[in-house]
Every structure is written in structure tokens, then in C-alpha cells.
């Protein structure tokens, strides 16, 4: 009897460290994506412009950046690839949505939520990941995953402004 319950608290004790050994290498593995995000701002010192702005804190580059503009007009794809230590505007993405919102009172719809941006990424190490409009970090196994979780958000994210009107 005491042999089992020395037994069933190494069997415990074995669990808790697996978990603890897999929160590890999930947090390291998680640790270059999350310094990577994008977003939509007013450029100020772009007359007060509409832009799609990057950041990658990382001292590596981050390979396959599909960034998903989104509109209630439209959805715009680019594909980039963004440098280590960068914080910026992104030039084709930033285009891309301007030409999209020509004539529109883009304050108005970035204060109401209506243009937002979301992306898919692959890290230095090869990790595929995708940020969705709010934020939030998830990983795949591959592109095609992340590029399905993330088209599945647009198509979410954009059905709710199939009413709106510009």
C-alpha cells in the first residue's frame, strides 16, 4: 500500500515537471512572435494619414508577412518580408489601404473599428503564426493552417460589416 501511494506521487511529481518542461518550450517558442505586431494608426507625420505601422523587436527577420487589410469596402492582401529591430510604417500595405479608402473619412471608420489588420507569419525558426485584428497570437503546423485560421477571422470580422455603410 505504501509502495503504491509512493508510487502514484512520483507519478504526480513526474506530470507537474513534464507540464512545467512543456509551458518552457511553448514560451520560447512563442518568444519571437510575440514581439511582432502590426496595426492601423493616423500617420501624423503623414498629413494625418491613414497607415498600416510594424514592429519586430526581434534580431531576426520575420519571413512570408501576409498582412490582411481590412475594409468595409474591401480586403486587401500583401505579402512582405519584415527586417530585425524594425518599427515602421509598411509602404505597400499602407498604399494598398489608401487607395481603398480614397475620398472616405478614414478617422471616422479606424475610431468605429472598421479598418483593421491582421497577419501571418513565419518566425526565424520556422514557426508559423497568426495575429488576428485584436492581437491575440495563435500558432500552425504550417502556413496553409495559419493562412485558414486567418482567412477565417477576416470572413468573420468582415460579415459583421456587411450592413455598414461608407
Request: a positive charge.
Amino acid at each position: 500500500m505504501a509502495a503504491q501511494r509512493t508510487y502514484q506521487q512520483q507519478a504526480r511529481q513526474v506530470r507537474a515537471l513534464e507540464d512545467a518542461e512543456h509551458r518552457r518550450e511553448e514560451a520560447e517558442r512563442r518568444s519571437q512572435a510575440m514581439q511582432f505586431s502590426l496595426w492601423v494608426s493616423i500617420v501624423v507625420e503623414d498629413r494625418n494619414q491613414i497607415g498600416v505601422r510594424v514592429s519586430n523587436a526581434n534580431s531576426e527577420p520575420f519571413y512570408f508577412v501576409t498582412v490582411y487589410s481590412m475594409t468595409p469596402l474591401a480586403v486587401n492582401i500583401i505579402r512582405a518580408t519584415v527586417g530585425p529591430n524594425t518599427r515602421r510604417p509598411m509602404p505597400r500595405p499602407t498604399r494598398a489601404l489608401r487607395e481603398i479608402l480614397s475620398g472616405l473619412n478614414h478617422e471616422r471608420l479606424l475610431e468605429a473599428g472598421q479598418i483593421m489588420v491582421a497577419s501571418t507569419f513565419r518566425d526565424a525558426r520556422g514557426n508559423w503564426w497568426f495575429r488576428d485584428s485584436l492581437g491575440n497570437l495563435a500558432g500552425g503546423d504550417s502556413e496553409f493552417d495559419v493562412e485558414k485560421a486567418c482567412r477565417q477571422h477576416v470572413a468573420k470580422v468582415t460579415a459583421a460589416w456587411s450592413d455598414y455603410n461608407v
